[in-house]
């Protein structure tokens, strides 16, 4: 049962007692005192209090803040809780499986019985079986007090739910008497539930199953089943993503080795393409060398005929300027002789003018003088 210090720190936070100025305390969600279980989801001490399936109290710290910070942090389902709570979860399960497998068991030997009509009741073998059940018992609690004395309480815990179960089978056992017993005088078909193992009757009220359904241990039962399949899925998950990741990083290596093999071929080419080209520019500087050279053979050769050239040229030059100059004189000559014959033809021309002048004028006035005379033998002859 669920202590009141544990409810009002699930209500008020562990830190209720404290006043504003003194220190809280600093709990990581990774510290010992803290329920890894609860961490993962729930505490299943807090499932079936008060119930046939009660696990007993839970004496380690539930903070809904610290499952938070949990969910929050870089190592979430990375260091191993809920691997162990689905262990633990799957444990109770396993229990409860074995407890409907013999609520099944119980049945069948009932129905036998009374089919047969023999009269149901514990046998000298079952009584023998509850003692040595007994015994067993004894002798496990008195391990559990020496290991409760050393401190060793997982143990003496775990211990404690192996006397458990011989005390269910010591009390199935004896019950086996009256259970049948009551199934006869009722002479209502029972059944087991298939998700806690309770005895339910066949056709009963709607109330009552409604009840049953919604009961501590029948809910807790189912949500474990429920929180098991869901676990499996997450962890299958979790363990198929690493396989990705390898898978991927795989690749990107591959990725990264052929984009490097490409890198080394093309760096490869291109020193090749170099030397190829250094090999082929020393080629070329011999070719001009060699041409160069066969040329400045040349230019010295084609310099000395351009020189002889040059002389012969200047020779032929000065030859043709004194032969120009011969020309020119004589052409001067020429015309010094043209220009004084045709000034002697001008003056020759001007002489003829100036006489034709002369001698028009005097016929002209020889003309006057004898128009004048007529006139004046005319006049002279009408007088």
Known sequence: MISAAQLLDELMGRDRNLAPDEKRSNVRWDHESVCKYYLCGFCPAELFTNTRSDLGPCEKIHDENLRKQYEKSSRFMKVGYERDFLRYLQSLLAEVERRIRRGHARLALSQNQQSSGQAAGPT???????QVLTDKIDVLLQQIEELGTEGKVEEAQGMMKLVEQLKEERELLRSTTSTIESFAAQEKQMEVCEVCGAFLIVGDAQSRVDDHLMGKQHMGYA???????????????????????DRLKKEKLEREEREREREREERERKRRREEEEKEKERVRDRERRKRSHSRSRHSSRTSDRRGSRSRDHKRSRSKERRRSRSRDRRRSRSHDRSDRKHRSRSRDRRRSKS????????????????????????????H
């Open 124 to 130: 000298g073998k079952n009584e023998e079986k509850i």
């Open 223 to 245: 949500k474990i089943k429920a929180t098991v399949e869901e676990l499996k899925e997450k962890l299958r998950k979790k363990t198929e993503e690493p396989d990705r990741d």
């Open 355 to 382: 006489r034709d002048r002369k001698s028009y004028k005097h016929r002209s006035k020889s003309r006057d003088r004898e128009q004048e005379r007529k006139s004046k033998e005319k006049v002279f002859s009408t």
